[in-house]
């Protein structure tokens, strides 16, 4: 049952320092403190640019006094199923304060997301989590989560990304530039 206190809204511009700082809290409850490279400027231009290609809500603690705080945050962004004919959701970071854990927050924007996801006939809400991350395996098992076990993420980053973008037909990257300027 959701918890009351919580109160769960899209994100809006003013957010944005709040949700960068949240990202960072991640990084490092992820043991990777120094892998942010986002900042504010880019931040507010993917969720609040012209043609928004990321999407955000944030859960509200109303339980102390004075004006409600954002304690928690659900960053996602519309992938496609070929196979379906529909898009889904990823969610790329759900992230609670630590001081606001157990509190209903996370649910909260799980199943806000999830709504969002049935009202528009999507097919999925997937996302990633660590292997050692036992309190979110706890938590997304309890909700009835599974885990996909055939498939295996795999990622071109860096160095490995730039060598397999440089074999690409002159002709591709050409197009690839005329499609991203209109």
Do not use: C
Not at 38 to 65: I, M, Q, R, S
Not at 87 to 98: N, P, Q
Not at 112 to 123: H, S
């Amino acid at each position: 049952m959701p918890d009351t206190a919580s109160h769960i809204r899209a994100a809006e511009p003013r957010d944005v320092p709040v949700l960068l700082a949240m990202i960072t809290d991640l990084a490092e409850y992820e043991r990777e403190p120094d892998a942010v490279k986002n900042t504010g400027a880019l931040l507010h231009e993917h969720l609040f640019g012209p043609h928004p290609t990321v999407f955000a809500h944030v859960a509200e603690d109303h339980t102390g006094a004075g004006e409600p705080h954002i304690v928690g945050m659900a960053i996602w962004y519309l992938t496609y199923s070929t196979w379906e004919g529909v898009h889904g959701i990823h969610l790329e970071d759900l992230y609670v304060r630590e001081e606001a854990r157990g509190g209903g927050h996370g649910r909260n924007l799980l199943s806000t997301l999830a709504a969002i996801a049935v009202d528009r006939d999507y097919a999925r809400l997937e996302w990633q989590v660590l292997n050692w991350n036992e309190p979110a395996l706890g938590f997304y098992d309890a909700l009835g989560a599974s885990a996909l076990t055939d498939w295996t993420t795999r990622r071109l980053d860096g160095d490995a990304l730039a060598a397999v973008a440089a074999t690409a037909p002159s002709a591709a990257r050409a197009a690839s530039t005329t499609s991203e300027e209109s």
